[in-house]
Nanobody, 123 residues
């Protein structure tokens, strides 16, 4: 499995960005693709996920109502639309896969990560 995240950049608070994750070699019928982020000096945390089978979607509380995850046209490609960005959204964002479904626990079941894309929110 290979993943590549893209779309990061420098924006001001309140602005938007859309991230893209291209996934190849992922053949799980019931797995999920998740977005994670890691801010400087902090642990990696889950952001959102989407199931590949039934499009079940979950968001972590800090991004609910501001971020939207969606599937792309290509199989297993995923977007993350990020609106109303805040300073605390600054992080390197990664996408990852799991053969388990999309749930509220963004734990070690996500076993394959791609290279991240840096999002910087600064005034």
């Amino acid at each position: 499995v290979q993943l590549q995240a893209s779309g990061g950049g420098l924006v001001q608070p309140g602005e938007s960005l859309i991230l893209f994750c291209e996934v190849s070699g992922f053949t799980s019928e019931y797995g999920a693709i998740g977005w994670f982020r890691q801010a400087p000096g902090k642990e990696r945390e889950g952001v959102s996920c989407i199931s590949v089978s039934d499009d079940t979607i979950k968001y972590k509380e800090p991004v609910k109502g501001r971020f939207t995850i969606s599937r792309g046209n290509a199989k297993h490609s995923v977007f993350l639309q990020m609106n109303s960005l805040k300073l605390e959204d600054t992080a390197t964002y990664f996408c990852a896969t799991t053969t388990w479904g999309c749930g509220t626990n963004f734990g070690p079941q996500y076993d394959t990560f791609g290279q991240g894309t840096l999002v910087t929110v600064s005034s």
